[in-house]
């Protein structure tokens, strides 16, 4: 049974920093394209960042380029996500979520529907 447990959320002020873990178990994450989500509800959970099987190749939403960095870590199996920069428009609560495939898809990296075992999330919040 896969299980994501992410960590790391907290409270910044903007143009802080902050980094985000995903401890895995059940799955050996360096196999799979493995990404991150948040979501502010009502809204609908956006894709933020996807790392492809191997670290090949990543991805990232136009709103958070040159400021999150995502990484693996095979030995440690875990997901990370370097949040730096941070804005209000950034807070949400941020998913970890591991895809089907080892490749992430250029066009549907994310596309919540590809991706198979979510965790429970970690709650940023970004004052002004």
């Known amino acids: 049974q896969v299980q994501l447990v992410e960590s790391g959320g907290g409270s910044v002020q903007a143009g802080g920093s902050l980094r985000l873990s995903c401890a895995a178990s059940?799955?050996?994450?360096?196999?799979?394209?493995m990404a991150w989500f948040r979501q502010t509800p009502p809204q609908e959970r956006e894709g933020v960042a996807a790392?492809?099987?191997?670290?090949?190749?990543?991805q990232y939403a136009d709103s958070v380029k040159g400021r999150f960095t995502i990484s693996r870590d095979s030995a440690q199996n875990t997901l990370y996500l370097q949040l730096n920069n941070l804005q209000p428009e950034d807070s949400g609560i941020y998913y970890c979520?591991?895809?089907?495939?080892?490749?992430?898809?250029?066009?549907?990296?994310?596309?919540?529907?590809?991706?198979?075992?979510w965790g429970q999330g970690t709650q940023v919040t970004v004052s002004s």
């Open positions: 059940g799955i050996a994450i360096n196999n799979y394209c």
């Open positions: 790392i492809s099987a191997g670290a090949i190749s990543t």
């Open positions: 979520a591991s895809h089907e495939y080892g490749y992430c898809g250029k066009t549907t990296w994310s596309q919540t529907r590809v991706y198979k075992s």
